[in-house]
């Protein structure tokens, strides 16, 4: 991009002439030259300006500005330097009228210095390191006193306790003191805690002075709190954000010099992060290092076009700058000359990396404070710049402080020495040699804030393992009490007592919600870690879920009643066997279990129903509710155990089909039973027929195919749950594969209960 291009509101501001009256001013002329500047072709423009100026008798502030402008725009910018530098000693120069020059040095200090080390599309550089699997997403930092929320994200104890969030800043799950996703009191994740402590032994120690020096500084004990973020410094002296807050601190203790030192290691660290030069200005510039100050400034615009706030800082400094020259003396000017342009390149290695933006000096016809004389041809690559001698003493010492202006522009590739003022000091810019990008979270780890050894090595399974089943977590849950176990695990505890298993803190209101979402940082440890036994694990669960949802082999059989096909029933759980039964069927998929009547000799009868859950409503006391309807008939083949509910391996039943004669019987008997049925039922009373009706419905219509479905008509069934039979005599009619059978038998119960009914 040319530098012409990075201000277009500056191309359309003209600054006001000081006389626009003056003798040998064309009002003409200059709107050519703005024409040329808005066309580009600055140099034009240029000369337009400076034929202007050759003629009058006193330089013209606003032309000035002009034609400085324009040679921003061209590139020339030790002439635009000068161009500016005269325009002081005539008034002021103002911040705003400095925009396009600063907006000019920052992008040549990108193109110099930045863009090899740049990445992304958006046009800003990497700022800092991305969130690493052990930082917390609030703070950005180590966890410390790791806090898991009901939503499975894990922060810092502190931040959920001093933050502002109200939502959860990775799912947007709401964390109010008054909601359900915020435990409270908040208690520390115990495995993660332990876990971080023995991965990171250092920073956790770090982090808590840390922690501990915000705390007093929000208290104002500025000394206590310095002391306590020097410990955590001399623990953890990599840490970026740590030096990024003692800077601070430093600076709000008026330590400007140890702010100075702290950010100097912090741009170092992180050459990069546009905050960390923004930190280092401001201490120099409170310092009163202006000139090295405007040096970070520049580099902070190069690093983050869009950040206004340091874009008009470094015009202020600058504004300094170039009016503090003319403040003590009156110093003789001569319009158009090269003098303070020449000094403000110097030394001469530094105008190198401006030879694709500037003129070849040639010489100058007009007069000048400073005699210019060629150096010696055996002198380095440079040797065709001029060679600078003062004549005055006191110009030069008034201008050799605004070297810096020019020092803040790259060195030629492989000389990265410069000189930041005309002291002779001289500092070292080191760019990046790499950019540490995390391919993904367990690479972050890894190399998680200059830690040399690999957390692969330190981490061992016996450190993620579950209290309960004593094998590695798999889906691991975090309660409110803190501690981590098992998904499965730990509903199976909560099916016998409402209690955390560890330290029996009581979990009605955990279990109520049934808040168990998994801990998202514990499954990214130990997928990135322990890969290979989570494998193992997960085959392992995967196995018994085959198994358990195989409805042939192993089929879970509820001991409560009689069940029928396409009947609804409602169950009440509350025994912990049934609370397991219940919910492996929901995880399974098949969503079905057996219902049979108890048997003395068996346990159950060897007859039943499968029954399809609907819905579940659980209670705080883990008791619920479950809405089922039957779905098949089945004879029980042998009889079993598991886990302490009962299992059966199965055949299911079905009606033998006739045809023939034998089916237009069978379609009359059908007939001549339903009339029967239907008229016992009209003839009921109102509230008995209401309280069938709540429970079971209507009865269901005739069917013109009774043998169209395995199980045979679904009236026959309504009928038989709504008459008023014993479990077993229900049971025997339920065990017949003939529908012709089903349909006497039913016929006579009719009959009876008819003859039994009071008159």
Partial sequence: MEPGALSHQNELYVHPLSNPGAVGIFPEMLEVAEEANRAGDFNLAIEIYSSQLADLQQPDRGLLLRKAESLVRAGRIPEALDSYCTTARLGRIRPEELSLLVETIAHTVREKEFNPFAHGTDGNFAEDDGLDLFSCPVCKCLLYEPTTVECGHTFCKSC?????????????????????VLPHPLRINVVLSSLL???????????????EGEVLWKKKNLKDALEKYNTAVDLVPSSSRLLCQRAELHMEMMSFSQAVQDTSSLCRMKPLWAKAH??????????????????EYFKCVALKPDWTKVKVEAQKVLSELFSSMYDEEDLPLHHLQGGLS?????????????????QRPGSSSQESEFSVTKSSPAADSSSWLPTLTPKSDAAA???SMKVGVLATLPAPPGDHKRKLSGEGLATTFMPPSKILKSASSCQAAEVFRGETASSAVLLDSSDLECSLCMRLFYEPVATSCGHTFCLKCLERCLDHNPNCPLCKENLSEFLATRGYNKTLLMEHILQCYLGDELADRKKIHEEELKELSNLNQEVPIFVCTVAFPTIPCPLHVFEPRYRLMIRRSMETGTKQFGMCISDELQGFADYGCMLQVRDVKFFPDGRSVVDTIGVSRFKVVSHGQRDGYNTAKIEYLEDKKVDGDNLLELLKLHDSVYEQANSW????KDNMKSQILSHFGRLPSKDFD??????????????????PLEN????????????KDRLIAIRRVLIFVTRKRPR
Wanted: charged share 20%; hydrophobic share 45%; glycine share 4%.
């Fill in 160 to 180: 959920l306790e001093t933050a502002t969030i109200k939502d959860c800043v990775n799912c947007k799950s709401k964390l109010n003191k008054d909601g359900l």
């Fill in 197 to 211: 402590e023995k991965l990171f032994p250092f920073e956790s120690k770090a982090r808590k002075f840390w922690i």
């Fill in 278 to 295: 923004y930190l280092k200005a401001t201490a120099l510039s409170r310092a009163g290092q202006n000139d090295e100050a405007l040096q």
């Fill in 342 to 358: 020449a000094l403000l390149i110097k030394p001469p290695a530094l105008l190198m990396s401006l030879r694709p933006h500037m």
């Fill in 397 to 399: 010492g008034k201008c």
């Fill in 681 to 684: 039922f009209t003839s009921l």
């Fill in 706 to 723: 009774p043998q169209g479905t395995p199980d045979g008509p679904a009236w026959c069934w309504w009928l038989l749950a709504v008459l």
């Fill in 728 to 739: 077993r005599a229900q049971l025997t009619i339920l065990a017949m594969t003939s529908l």
